[in-house]
T-cell receptor, first 118, second 110 residues
Framework: GAVVSQHPSWVICKSGTSVKIECRSLDFQATTMFWYRQFPKQSLMLMATSNEGSKATYEQGVEKDKFLINHASLTLSTLTVTSAHPEDSSFYIC??????????????FGPGTRLTVL | QKEVEQDPGPLSVPEGAIVSLNCTYSNSAFQYFMWYRQYSRKGPELLMYTYSSGNKEDGRFTAQVDKSSKYISLFIRDSQPSDSATYLCAMSARSNDMRFGAGTRLTVKP
């Protein structure tokens, strides 16, 4: 149980285009999902907290107009990287917390999406 | 000073060795402590979850939390080549504030 999927697993796009990444909790409902970015050999950096039915909360330094987050249902959150640039190339990972376990902050991670912007 | 400090390694041990991985932290409000394993180009996988101080054992893995010293450990007994991965410690005081260590790269040589 507690499986989280991401799609796509990798994507290559041209500079200036937008890319959408999906995060799905497959066997549980998640009121809260998180989006992280991970550069090579570095730890996870929290970008934003996605709450079903409300606006996402962004970490300091993360541009909300560039990284659009939508959490339209209890099993799906999407991250759209708008007007992507080469410096946005990174490994994007989502996590989901089963509804009712938010106090424990027990996050289950997706497999990640590798974005390369040319 | 970072909230969570973790030696990035790399750490290389022979098969069968006992591995000790550690993290220190500065925020005394942290009360939920986790260890994740991350294989290359994959998402982190939750290994151990501990609330407050104490020990927790699961198979070959033992997690220890010493809140008085702000120090947590993960021990791996009878290490296997398949244990080769990056191990991330993580901790939080409440919801929505998880902080990760830098991760320790472990290699278990056959």
């Amino acid at each position: 149980g507690a499986v989280v999927s991401q799609h796509p697993s990798w994507v290559i796009c041209k500079s200036g285009t937008s890319v959408k990444i999906e995060c799905r909790s497959l066997d549980f409902q998640a009121t809260t999902m998180f989006w992280y970015r991970q550069f090579p050999k570095q730890s996870l950096m929290l970008m934003a907290t996605s709450n079903e039915g409300s606006k996402a909360t962004y970490e300091q330094g993360v541009e909300k107009d560039k990284f659009l987050i939508n959490h339209a249902s209890l099993t799906l959150s999407t991250l759209t990287v708008t007007s992507a640039h080469p410096e946005d190339s990174s490994f994007y990972i989502c996590s989901a917390v089963p509804s009712g376990r938010i106090i424990r902050n027990e996050q289950f991670f997706g497999p990640g999406t590798r974005l390369t912007v040319l | 000073q970072k909230e969570v400090e973790q030696d990035p390694g790399p750490l290389s041990v022979p098969e069968g060795a006992i591995v000790s991985l550690n993290c220190t932290y500065s925020n005394s409000a942290f009360q939920y402590f986790m260890w994740y394993r991350q294989y290359s180009r994959k998402g982190p996988e939750l290994l151990m979850y501990t609330y407050s101080s104490g020990n927790k054992e699961d198979g070959r893995f033992t997690a220890q939390v010493d809140k008085s010293s702000k120090y947590i450990s993960l021990f791996i007994r009878d290490s296997q080549p398949s244990d080769s991965a990056t191990y991330l410690c993580a901790m939080s005081a409440r919801s929505n504030d998880m902080r990760f260590g830098a991760g320790t790269r472990l290699t278990v040589k056959p």
